[in-house]
C-alpha cells in the first residue's frame, strides 16, 4: 500500500510537470531553436575533426617499395651516449639518444576492399626514435630519455592512434619497426621501407662493425 501511494504521488507530479510544459513551451520554438544549436555546434565539431584528420594525413607518404626513408647517423658523445641526425623528407632532425641500441618506428596506414582497389595506396609516417639499454636495470632507471617523437602530434588527436582503436574496415592502423640495432660511433644506417617492413641498411665500416659484433 505504501509503495502504491507513493507511486500515485510520483504519477501526479509528473502529470502536473507535464502541464506545466505544455502550459508554457506549447509552441515549442524553444525546442526548436535548440535543436538548431546543436545542429550548428555538431556541425562545427565535424568541421574541426575534419581539418585534424586532413593535417594527420598530409604527413603520410605512399609506401615505394625499396624506396630509402631516412637516413641515421650516430655520433658518440659520452658512454651509452650519442648525438642522433636523423634526415628525412620532412627534414633534418637532432636527436640526443641514450643506450646501447637504438630502434624506430614508423606508423603505417593501410587501405582495404574498394579504395584499395580503386588504387589508393598505402602510407607512413615516422612515428619515434627509440634508444635502449642492455641492461634491465639501466633501461628501468628514472629519469632516461629513451623515447623521442619524430611528429608533433600528441597521442591524444593522433588520427593514427584513433584508427588503432577502431575498426573501421576499409582503413587500418599497422605498424612497422625496426627493433635492437647496435649504436655506435660515426655508424651511419639508412632505412629502407617495403610492403611488409622497414629494413636497416649499413652505410660505412662503422655501421658494418657495429652490425658484425651484434651477431
Not at 651516449?81 to 603505417?108: F, I, K, N, P
Not at 628501468?140 to 623515447?147: Q, S
Not at 584508427?163 to 576499409?170: A, I, K, N, T, V
Amino acid at each position: 500500500m505504501q509503495y502504491a501511494g507513493l507511486a500515485g504521488l510520483m504519477g501526479c507530479l509528473a502529470l502536473l510537470l507535464l502541464y506545466l510544459t505544455w502550459r508554457f513551451g506549447w509552441r515549442l520554438d524553444w525546442l526548436f531553436g535548440w535543436l538548431k544549436g546543436s545542429l550548428l555546434l555538431l556541425l562545427l565539431l565535424c568541421c574541426a575533426t575534419a581539418a585534424v584528420a586532413a593535417w594527420e594525413l598530409y604527413q603520410f607518404r605512399p609506401i615505394v617499395d625499396g624506396e630509402r626513408i631516412a637516413t641515421l647517423e650516430l655520433h658518440e658523445t659520452a658512454p651509452q651516449r650519442y648525438e642522433a641526425t636523423l634526415d628525412a623528407s620532412a627534414g633534418s632532425q637532432q636527436l640526443s639518444l641514450e643506450g646501447d641500441l637504438w630502434e624506430l618506428e614508423v606508423q603505417v596506414l593501410r587501405w582495404r576492399g574498394l579504395l584499395q582497389v580503386l588504387g589508393l595506396e598505402d602510407g607512413y609516417r615516422l612515428d619515434s626514435l627509440n634508444g635502449r639499454y642492455l641492461a634491465l636495470e639501466q633501461q628501468r632507471e628514472p629519469g632516461t630519455t629513451l623515447v623521442h617523437p619524430l611528429h608533433a602530434t600528441p597521442h591524444w588527436r593522433d588520427a593514427w592512434r584513433w584508427l588503432d582503436r577502431l575498426d573501421l574496415g576499409w582503413l587500418y592502423a599497422d605498424a612497422f619497426a625496426i627493433r635492437f640495432m647496435p649504436a655506435a660511433d660515426g655508424a651511419r644506417f639508412a632505412i629502407e621501407i617495403g610492403a611488409t617492413g622497414l629494413s636497416p641498411v649499413a652505410m660505412n665500416p662503422q655501421a658494418l662493425e657495429a652490425l658484425k659484433g651484434f651477431e
